[in-house]
């Protein structure tokens, strides 16, 4: 039972004292005092089915017990011991996770959070490639630090302050709302239901990846690239997934153009998609360095870039340290996140799981005409929604808001993203059922109705 303070206290002092440009979902929000696995706990005990886990960041379940176990054990033996010493936490874990990328990428660097993390793959890129430009797509979240927000491209993340200077941000291949469409060529169940046979030849990403080598011409120097990021699959954006090849492409222009190509896993990493344990597979590629947060440490502040040696070893003109970084605890969270991913077959369960949610969501298109798109892979999951079908103006935020507080007095959390709000994003701990999925597209169905 829960005996803390009352949400009128926790309301008050969290105006009172906490960042004011804090987000808060919900216009009535609510608050939360307990989550185990797969659910969340209100004040008053009611549960709640958590498909947002924490923004994709409780990858395993809130909670988890072996998690609990591990740290509590930790905690007895060593809390902090800084990385200028030895010690086998850090590098059973480095080992591990190294593992679990392909060919070179075998050196770790471990940070707090995703911003440091890309903040840090700049640093590599341009001290590797001697280049000091740095391009992403529009649309893209990529953090918060005074130089990530030059990277991120979305309005609503960005302050009037003059932004850090060689970051471009380029036409972004959304296969739903980019300028020359795709949807037919992007990978995923529910594309499947409406798939097109263009294949390899897709058109649409074909111009998306032609207008990327005219960056060339216009924005960046032959040869003055040190990196391009992208996400596997858009995250905050909106799960905006490109058409197939673009991101194989665009990779081998960046490298023919002397840059870097960052994977940031962030979002789509961990077995989130299903088919693969990184979203970067998906497409075919193996980048030059992948950043990775949110689910590695199912809630814990534990980030980490991978990158080849011989990137690496670009970095040791000057010492780089890192005080928290892969610390004994972080290091025992994150090693249990991945033994537990393997032990309970978490990847295979985000692509049955995600494919029969996904399926189910689709259903909803043929129900309601204002239900848009519905996409994804795996549990990395977007429903769209649309005023009209034709002209796919977005949603209203009022609308959108009714549907999503019904869903939640029925038990549901889900995110909301995109430029416009209009997409609900479902993302949970990849520890669901299938009767958690069907609850989720029930409970849809039903706040869906009532609009
Ligand atoms: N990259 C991606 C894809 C993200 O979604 C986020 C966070 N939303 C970040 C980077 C930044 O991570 P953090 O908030 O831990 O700094």
């Not at 005092?33 to 409780?58: A, P």
């Not at 700049?122 to 927000?149: D, E, I, P, W």
């Not at 979305?154 to 795709?182: E, M, S």
Request: net charge neutral.
């Amino acid at each position: 039972k829960y005996e803390g303070l009352s949400f009128k206290d926790i309301e008050a002092i969290r105006k009172r004292h906490l960042n004011p440009a804090l987000t808060t979902y919900y216009s009535k929000p609510f608050a939360i005092s307990q989550g185990h696995m797969q659910w969340l706990f209100d004040l008053d005990g009611k549960r709640y089915l958590d498909m947002f886990g924490g923004i994709c960041t409780v990858s395993v379940g809130h909670c988890h017990p072996k998690i609990t176990k591990a740290v509590a054990e930790q905690m007895e033996i060593l809390g902090h011991c800084s990385n200028v010493y030895y010690n086998e936490n850090i590098s059973k874990y480095a080992k591990k996770l190294s593992e679990k990328l392909p060919g070179k990428l075998k050196v770790i660097y471990f940070v707090n959070s995703g911003s440091e993390a890309n903040d840090l793959a700049v640093l590599l890129a341009r001290n590797f490639t001697k280049n000091f430009n740095v391009m992403s797509l529009k649309n893209c979240y990529h953090g918060m630090t005074y130089q990530t927000m030059a990277l991120t491209s979305n309005a609503h993340y960005k302050y009037p302050v003059p932004q850090n200077p060689g970051f471009f941000n380029t036409v972004n291949p959304d296969v739903y709302r980019g300028i020359w469409g795709g949807e037919k060529c992007r990978d995923g169940p529910v594309q499947t239901k409406r798939s097109c046979d263009c294949g390899n030849e897709c058109e649409a990403g074909q111009k998306y990846i032609e207008q990327f080598q005219d960056e060339f011409k216009y924005t960046i120097s032959k040869n003055g690239l040190a990196a391009f990021f992208a996400e596997s699959i858009q995250g905050v954006g909106g799960t905006v997934q490109f058409p197939k090849n673009y991101i194989k492409n665009v990779s081998k222009i960046v490298k023919d153009n002397g840059g870097l190509f960052v994977a940031d896993e962030v979002q789509t990493g961990f077995g989130r998609t299903g088919d693969y344990f990184w979203g970067f597979e998906g497409h075919n590629i193996e980048p030059d360095i992948v950043t990775m947060a949110k689910g590695i440490g199912n809630g814990y502040p534990l980030a980490a870039v991978a990158t080849t040696e011989e990137i690496a070893s670009s970095l040791t003109k000057a010492s780089h340290f890192n005080t928290y970084g892969g610390n004994p605890i972080a290091s025992t969270v994150g090693l249990s996140v991945l033994n537990i991913i393997e032990e309970e077959n978490l990847q295979e369960n985000s692509k049955t799981i995600g494919t029969h949610l996904l399926l189910r969501l689709s259903e909803l298109m043929d129900e309601f005409d204002f239900v848009g798109d519905v996409r994804g892979k795996g549990l990395m999951i977007g429903v769209e929604l649309v005023s009209d079908r034709n002209s796919r103006q977005p949603l209203s935020p009022e609308k959108m808001t009714k549907i999503w507080e019904a869903c939640r007095d029925l038990g549901l959390i889900i995110g909301r993203g995109g430029l416009h709000g209009n997409v609900f994003r479902i993302k949970p701990p990849m520890c669901i059922s299938k009767l958690d999925a069907d609850f989720t597209v029930d409970v849809l169905r039903y706040a869906l109705n009532r609009l």
